[in-house]
């Protein structure tokens, strides 16, 4: 069973500009599908690479989040 994007999310996001870039933290199952969900949900969207950090290492991912956003041209 593939995982979804918290119905909030999914309300936010059919109301969002062009682009979204997923971010999820996470237990075990990593971005499981939440990409693929919100391409799904957003056919006209451009969708980017997402970012997932398990949640017993977030106070340690500056240096990983920093990367992703400067990848997508955020940072």
């Known amino acids: 069973m593939e995982t979804q994007a918290p119905m909030i999310m999914r309300t936010f996001i059919e109301n969002a500009g062009k682009t979204v870039l997923p971010f999820v933290t996470y237990a075990v199952s990593g971005m499981s599908g939440v990409d693929a969900d919100h391409r799904k949900a957003l056919p006209g969207a451009e ?4 970012l997932a950090v398990r949640g017993k290492t977030v106070s340690d991912a500056a240096e990983e ?3 992703w ?3 997508a ?3």
């Open 47 to 50: 969708v980017g690479e997402g």
């Open 65 to 67: 989040l920093e990367v």
């Open 69 to 71: 956003l400067t990848a």
């Open 73 to 75: 041209g955020l940072n």
